[in-house]
């Protein structure tokens, strides 16, 4: 079984910034090791939109996520992750150290 889990995040507001942050996740540019990192930890699918400067990633997750990942894993994502900190600004409800915000679903079209 999966389920579905949506985070948010926001870009430091600046063009160039923003551009280079794209060119980063373009096809292929993401590390390898870095996107097999992410199915380790229970991914089954990931997208990330943009509207300006915010960021929102929607994943369908395996019913065991979050998994954890080994010494080599987690030092790789690491240092993808302090790559990525120059382009990062947290949400003003993100709490000490947290990058991507939990998002909580409040409407659903096939509940209505």
């Known amino acids: 079984m999966t389920r579905r889990v949506c985070f948010a995040l926001d870009l430091v507001d600046d063009a160039d910034l923003i551009a280079a942050y794209e060119s980063a996740h373009a096809p292929g540019a993401v590390w390898p090791e870095v996107t ?19 960021l929102f990633m929607i994943a369908d997750v395996a019913e065991d996520w979050p998994r954890d ?13 302090a790559a990525m900190d120059r382009f990062q600004r947290p949400l003003a409800c993100a709490e000490d150290g947290e990058k991507w915000v939990p998002m909580h679903r409040i409407y659903a079209l096939g509940d209505q």
């Open 36 to 54: 097999q990192g992410i199915r380790a930890k229970g991914f089954l699918d990931m997208e990330i939109w943009r509207a300006a400067d915010r």
């Open 69 to 81: 990942l080994d010494a080599e894993g987690k030092a790789i994502d690491a240092r993808w992750e």
